[in-house]
């Protein structure tokens, strides 16, 4: 089965400080997708950064980068230079294969707070 | 472009009643995706649709149902609604299998 472990439910940040947020995963596939999503309260999920299990380079989309870590299965968020946008829901999704459809299992969530 | 778009944004519904939740996808993308989101956790995978078949179920009830119509539109049925059932009902589109989703702002269930 696969397992999306997201183990900090809320972070505190002070503006334009760095912050990096914690997801493990577990799959037995050899190929897997890892995606970070944003929800703001209004609810939608809004894609953030995406790494191939084959990618030999760490994602990076603007401030956002993503710590992949094959060997210890970790995929951390990094957002640098916080600002008090980025307060939100961040969620860890997995796309895997599982009777021929392509779904997103996501963690838990970690809300992260980011203060003036 | 038209991101994804669901209808309606809120509804409230009494127990037993059967609700239909409606979905458009981005322009061209013929995978659409239903998650439900209970407050506090993480979306839950309902359904995929592709090509107007379904071609996977998440754990959930037969009370849950959903078709995709030939221009890639989708509707999520739910029957007999329990006060369980009340959570955000997440659409997500994508342009083939296995490509990027994208979600659209979602559907506010409440059942009272």
């Known amino acids: 089965a696969q397992k999306i472990t997201q183990t900090q439910p809320g972070m505190f940040v002070q503006e334009k400080e760095a912050v990096t947020l914690d997801c493990t995963y577990d799959?037995?596939?050899?190929?897997?997708?890892l995606f970070w999503y944003k929800q703001p309260s209004s609810g939608e999920m809004i894609f953030l950064i995406y790494q191939g299990s084959y990618d030999q380079q760490n994602a990076t989309e603007g401030r956002y980068s993503l710590n992949f870590q094959k060997a210890r299965k970790s995929a951390n968020l990094v957002i640098s230079a916080s600002q008090l946008g980025d307060s939100a829901m961040y969620f860890c999704a997995m796309r895997g294969l599982i009777q021929g459809a392509q779904k997103l299992v996501f963690g838990q969530g970690t809300r992260l707070t980011i203060n003036p | 472009d038209a991101g994804v778009t669901q209808s309606p944004t809120h509804l409230i519904k009494t127990r037993g009643q059967q609700v239909t939740l409606r979905c458009s996808p981005i322009s061209g993308h013929k995978s659409v995706s239903w998650y439900q989101q209970v407050l506090g956790q993480g979306p839950q995978f309902i359904f995929q649709y592709y090509e107007k078949e379904e071609r996977g179920r998440g754990n959930f009830p037969d009370r849950f149902s959903a078709r995709q119509f030939p221009n890639y539109s989708s509707e999520l049925n739910v029957n007999a609604l329990l006060l369980g059932d009340s959570a955000l009902y997440l659409c997500?589109?994508?342009?083939?299998?296995?490509?990027?989703?994208?979600f659209g702002s979602g559907t506010r269930l409440t059942v009272v």
């Open positions: 997500a589109s994508s342009l083939n299998l296995g490509y990027g989703y994208t």
């Open positions: 799959t037995s596939d050899p190929s897997y997708g």
